[in-house]
């Protein structure tokens, strides 16, 4: 079986470690090989790529009991290599899974290996044959693996590994790999849904390069596809109501919602949810916001943004209510103005002055588009100013001023 490290990977650390915290619905690490070496041992287990764990632990034995020896960061890796071993020794090891709050799975079963007695390494003699399996795996968030069988010459020491695209006719070198036991390596950054070709070349102490190995193809894992029937509201009080369709593809987490206060502006990143529904408070009346909604999945893969965002507003406040008839009939003041169908009462002001202080007064439920004002006194002038008020009790800005001078006689 290929053994291998994704080098930058793992960190170690032989610190005696604080008492795991077991979570038992953590999944178990299973199927783990070995295969030693004069002073190494290398792992292969199976990989678990569900979303509840980070990576995995490894422990050995020292002293009577189990020790962290190394973090390995990435769930995507699934070999390892303990180096700096003694010579033909026995060692035995665990391994759990730990999830992203550092709570660990209970840990699997012990597993021993030797080493060999060390092999004195010699000038290499002839042509050094290429690694005798090599294969790529597919189907992982914009990166591919790629991993192979550890070459039987002692003397190699690196594998150098090797990219091509379809459109291109030369091979470029992504990475190195150090270690005769290590054999796998992780291509990162990489484009969704896209085919990239890989060979691996191994290197020998004294500097002899052989032959590439066989060529492997390796798709990353596409992005889910787009949301759709987004929609926003425009007639709710201080508040956005984004509503979609739900999202059924089998890998989904979660939705993220974008937000600009312009179509053509960035859109940053506002806030996800597990709904089909987003609600953005605003503090405003009439405040206007574009979004754009995409779907993301437990690799944190994200569907492309729409190109047309969907635009939402809160309720803007009602227009100002225009006067159209005011006067004095020898009795009364009498007001009328025209009705907004989105307002359902009205409120009017009145302001004047009685022995050299200014007063006001206040009329409120007016549910008709007329007022008549019989409280009024003789050679003084009235200020009116009407307010409509819709169903959400946001009120309108005043009227014009109304100005009435009531005569002396």
Not at 5 to 15: D, P, R
Request: glycine share 6%; aromatic share 12%.
């Amino acid at each position: 079986m290929a053994l291998a490290l994704m080098i930058s990977g793992c960190t170690k650390t032989l610190e005696t470690p604080k008492e795991p915290v077991i979570d038992a619905s953590l999944p178990l690490v299973e199927n783990i090989r070995t295969l030693a070496s004069g002073n190494e041992i290398g792992f292969e287990w199976t990989p678990i790529y569900g979303n509840t764990i980070e990576g995995y632990y490894l422990y050995r034995l020292e002293g009577g009991r189990m020790k962290k020896i190394a973090t390995i960061k990435d769930k995507y890796v699934s070999h390892y290599v303990d180096t700096k071993l003694a010579p033909n020794t026995t060692y035995s090891y665990q391994m759990s899974t730990y999830a992203s709050d550092k709570h660990e799975s209970a840990p699997s079963l012990s597993i021993s290996a030797t080493t060999t007695m060390p092999v004195a390494k010699t000038p290499t003699v002839g042509v050094v044959e290429p690694v005798s399996f090599f294969t790529a795996i597919s189907g992982l968030p914009a990166q591919a693996k790629v991993i192979w069988r550890p070459h039987a010459l002692e003397n190699v020491t690196t594998y150098i590994i090797e990219r091509n695209e379809y459109k291109s006719t030369s091979w470029d070198e992504v990475g190195k790999v150090e270690g005769r036991l290590n054999a796998e390596f992780i291509d990162k950054e990489l484009l969704n849904d896209y085919v990239y070709r890989y060979r691996v070349k191994v290197k020998t102490h004294d500097g002899v390069l052989s032959a590439p190995s066989q060529v492997v193809e390796a798709r990353t894992k596409a992005a889910p596809r787009g949301i759709v029937g987004v929609q926003a509201t425009s007639d709710l009080p201080k508040k956005i109501l984004l509503t979609w369709e739900a999202f059924s593809e089998a890998d989904f987490a979660y939705y993220k919602i974008y937000r600009s206060p312009t179509s053509s502006l960035f859109y940053s990143f506002y806030g996800k949810t597990n709904s089909t529904a987003f609600e953005d408070l605003i503090n405003d009346n009439g405040k206007m916001y574009y979004y754009k909604v995409v779907a993301v999945d437990k690799d944190g893969l994200e569907s492309k943004q729409p190109e047309n965002p969907v635009v939402g507003m809160t309720r803007p406040i009602l227009s100002a209510p225009l006067v159209h008839a005011a006067k004095y009939d020898g009795r009364s003041v009498f007001m009328a103005w025209n009705s907004n169908e989105n307002a359902i009462k009205y409120t009017i002001t009145k302001e004047f002055k009685s022995a050299g202080e200014t007063k006001t007064q206040s009329f409120t439920g007016i549910f008709e588009n007329n007022f008549q004002d019989t409280d009024i006194l003789l050679g003084v002038t009235y200020k009116y100013n009407i307010i409509a008020i819709d169903k959400f009790g946001i009120a309108s800005k005043p009227s014009d001023s109304v100005m009435i001078t009531i005569p002396k006689e």
